[in-house]
């Protein structure tokens, strides 16, 4: 029973391996072909299928007709989300931290009204929140400008941080800020020395959903933004025209997907939630 | 020294209820009290870390009441073995020290013969997780120990652990605590044998109050209230209702009990306790067994007497079967009276009660 159950275990874990490598493999092959290739039907193999050319990939770094020069928008990109994803990661925390171990109340609001009010910010479609963005940005002269995305990003970042940190914290006995406290810590103290060296795993995790949703932004970075400033993902769209050239997307697709995965290969060891074992019995 | 005055909390699941003692250094105070007696919400409110909302805490005539946790000069070891899982247990030890303003050298020595006296030498470098439940508990231990705090609280330190640890915990702990002798140390305790064994002086708690303190065989042997012989006595003591009459005394149900060497109060209602030792097979009154266990090398029997239920216990593990009929002696010099109003009232002859 146990190994007709390890088996079936086995066969689906592969399948579900090749479900989610199968696009990456599939893009990958797209961006060497040339539209010849593109077009004669499915082929996978290079040098057997079809014949491989550079033309995808040398054209995200060429500019003019024959292409868009990315290194710009990647790096707008990369500022815009390690930035925002930083600031929020630094204010979720210590928001979390207030909330999961503070009590606060205001009139009839309470911790998980203040927690709520967090995700609800996402809860909202983005549509509604584009105008009043657009606006203050605007007021502020900063539309078009990094300064201007980061802002919109902190925002739209920070309610994913406090909602995985709060939850995080919850999960970490209050008795250890207690005992650093009786150990000669302030409380600000206990949370340094004691709480965050043992909350990589959440912070991680929250520092990954920050990177991805501000990484992957699509929305914003398009209606803030004209010609000053560009992201990846307008940047991507920017290279459709009449004919869609499949070989540079999908290069473009495998460029802009590289940095999250390469990440996220890095602090997978971190994600785990076993350091707090040991804290309490 | 130590003085509480007028102790009581209200923001906490058990609250306190006007506590005042003193404390002095050198000696170790057993907290007894069932859970929910009020023993951890004392050390708390000690140590700041549940606001008090009225009463004093003072250290030698200093009102320390007002000042913040890491500066009361205060360590406490909780039930639940917590240190930090990101540290070393060396690391673990020298945490306090650091703050302290030691430096880093200065700490480990002293952090490293601290865990040496706890038997934890050889894993200085290890993680907490990787230490067993015991060795988990004196690096706690030794945590709380190393600073060399005026006041040492240890909240059921032993209550996690099994049996035979718990047991040699118990034995060890004296040794451990003996360099600590200018601190008050204050050990909290469900279990009326640890709080006799380790304390100088046993406090009892009952609903967020102090109801009875004194040498522990004291109290054991003569306690002031009914609430104390319940929570002092393991196994339980069993109270029955009766009163005098006529200089006699009886169970409820007009029985005759045993009084010689008792003086008895004037007539009236009464409260009889039997504690376990106060009954033997064989003998004039009858009653069914209702339940047998053993613990230890005793057996412990639950008896039903026309008059009320009442604990037997008995040397060596003996079968007793459930719902047999069984004759037994009750002695009298183990009997105990008490008024309605809960107050012990037991006099015997030459002595007072």
Redesign the interface.
């Known amino acids: 029973m146990n190994k007709v159950y390890h088996t079936l275990k086995t066969i689906f874990l592969l399948g579900w391996s090749i479900f989610v490598v199968f696009p990456f493999l599939w893009a990958l092959t797209t961006s060497f072909k040339d539209a010849n290739a593109i077009t004669s039907g499915a082929t996978y193999i290079p040098w057997v299928d079809f014949e491989p050319s550079s033309q995808g990939w040398t054209s995200l770094f060429t500019t003019g007709s024959q292409g868009i020069n990315i290194i710009g928008p990647f790096i707008d990109s990369a500022v815009v989300t390690l930035i925002a994803s930083l600031v929020s990661l630094i204010l979720g925390t210590l928001a979390a931290y207030g909330l999961s171990r503070f009590e606060y109340r205001l009139g009839f609001v309470k911790n998980s009204d203040i927690t709520f009010f967090f995700i609800s910010q996402r809860i909202m479609p983005p549509i509604v929140l584009a105008i009043p963005f657009f606006l203050m940005l605007k007021e502020l002269g900063a539309l078009d400008t990094i300064f201007g995305l980061v802002l919109v990003y902190i925002a739209l970042l920070l309610p994913i941080a406090v909602w995985v940190m709060t939850d995080f914290f919850s999960g970490i006995p209050k008795e250890l800020d207690e005992m650093a406290m009786t150990d000669g810590c302030s409380p600000i103290g206990a949370f340094f020395r004691v709480i965050l060296p043992n909350s990589v795993p959440g912070l991680v995790v929250a520092g990954m959903f920050c990177l991805i949703f501000g990484w992957n932004d699509f929305f914003f970075a398009f209606t803030l933004t004209f010609t000053e400033t560009q992201l990846l993902p307008v940047s991507i769209v920017s290279l459709n025209s009449s004919v869609t050239p499949w070989w540079s997307l999908s290069a473009f697709a495998l460029i802009s997907v590289a940095p999250l995965a390469c990440v996220a290969v890095i602090v997978e060891r971190y994600m785990s939630r076993g350091t707090m074992s040991g804290a309490i019995r | 020294m130590l003085q509480i005055d007028h102790l009581t909390t209200a923001d906490a699941k058990v609250t306190l209820d006007d506590v005042s003692f003193v404390f002095e250094a050198g000696k170790i105070y057993t907290i007894l009290g069932r859970t929910g007696a009020g023993k951890t919400e004392l050390l708390r409110a000690l ?1 700041g ?1 549940n606001p008090l909302t009225v009463g004093t805490v003072k250290l030698d005539e200093e009102d320390i009441t007002e000042r ?3 500066a ?1 000069n ?3 070891v ?1 039930q ?7 540290l070393s247990v060396l690391d673990n030890v020298a ?2 020290l650091r ?2 303003g030691k430096d880093k050298a200065e700490a480990h020595a002293l952090a490293g013969q601290m865990l040496t006296t706890v038997g934890l030498g050889e894993f200085l470098q290890r ?5 067993s ?1 015991g060795q ?1 508990q004196r690096v706690a231990l030794a ?1 709380a120990m190393v ?1 060399q705090s005026r006041i040492l609280m240890l909240d059921e330190p032993l209550a ?1 652990l099994d049996y035979k640890l718990r047991e040699q915990l118990r034995e060890e702990f004296p040794r451990l605590v003996a360099d600590n002798v200018e601190s008050v140390i204050l050990y909290t305790t469900t279990e009326p044998r640890e709080a006799m064994e380790l304390g100088n002086t046993m406090i009892v708690m009952h609903d967020g109050r102090v109801i009875a303190s004194g040498a522990p065989a004291d109290l054991f042997a003569h306690p002031p209230t009914k609430d104390t012989a319940s929570v002092i006595s393991d196994p339980p003591i069993s109270f029955i209702s009766g009163f005098v009459r006529d200089n006699c005394l009886y169970f409820s149900e007009g029985h005759l009990a045993p009084s010689e060497g008792l003086l008895l109060p004037a007539d009236g209602p009464v409260t009889i306790a039997l504690r376990p030792d106060a009954i033997e097979p064989d003998g004039a009154f009858n009653a069914q067994i209702g339940l047998s266990e053993f613990s230890g090398s005793q057996t412990i029997i639950h008896l039903d007497f026309d008059f009320g239920r009442a604990i037997m216990m008995v040397d060596g593990i003996e079968a007793f079967t459930a719902g047999n009929d069984i004759s037994v002696s009750i002695r009298s010099e183990h009997i105990m009276l008490f008024a309605p109003d809960g107050g012990n009232i037991t006099l015997r002859n030459n002595q007072n009660g």
Do not use: D, E
């Open positions: 140590m870390l913040p946790i890491r009361r205060m360590s406490l909780y639940q073995f917590i240190n930090y899982p990101h945490f306090p703050r302290q993680r907490p997780a990787q230490l439940g988990q945590r600073k996690n």
